[in-house]
């Protein structure tokens, strides 16, 4: 593996990282400047839009700030360079506290990131979301749809 190839590989992982900071934070133009204007984002998998990130930016806003707590663990991130652009895949671990709930909630899947190198970096032109269970942390995980690459629970993610 080239220097420029690690180089690449560690700048990737520092967005998906930036992405759960982002998300967790409320940070939304963090957010918005982790993906290209055009950028195709898919959260169709947790009931929500597909489209620009525009359009699905103040969906994800209003949505997160309905969980008074989450937090993103972002992991096993496998990175395919090829030039000026790449295909990211992570795993994600996520706990959090649904609206009106006092027990935790927990929910896993994958992120697919497409990304392109900018003059400013690394950013992703698309992205999804895939659920593949959602439940309590003593028990009660359950598949997210149809062999686990949806919800029909909402989380907003």
């Known amino acids: 593996m080239e220097i420029t190839e690690v180089a690449d590989r560690l700048e990737i992982t520092d967005v998906l990282s930036r992405y759960a900071r982002a998300v967790d934070t409320g940070d939304w133009d963090l957010w918005r400047s982790l993906f290209t204007e055009d950028a195709e984002i898919d959260y169709s998998a947790v009931d929500g839009p597909?489209?620009?990130?525009?359009?699905?930016?103040?969906?994800?806003?209003?949505?997160?700030?309905?969980?008074?707590?989450?937090?993103?663990?972002?992991?096993?991130?496998?990175?395919?360079?090829?030039?000026?652009?790449?295909?990211?895949?992570a795993m994600f671990y996520n706990p959090m506290m649904l609206p009106g709930q006092t027990e935790l909630t927990i929910c896993g899947g994958w992120y697919r990131h497409q990304l392109v190198r900018t003059p400013e970096g690394w950013r992703t032109r698309a992205f999804r979301e895939e659920n593949v269970w959602f439940g309590s942390p003593v028990g009660d995980r359950r598949p997210a749809g149809p062999a686990g690459a949806g919800s029909s629970t909402r989380h907003a993610d």
Do not use: F
């Not at 103040?58 to 295909?87: F, R």
């Open 50 to 89: 597909v489209g620009r990130r525009g359009e699905v930016s103040q969906w994800l806003a209003e949505s997160m700030a309905l969980l008074p707590m989450k937090q993103h663990y972002i992991t096993n991130i496998e990175c395919d360079v090829d030039g000026d652009t790449a295909q990211a895949l």
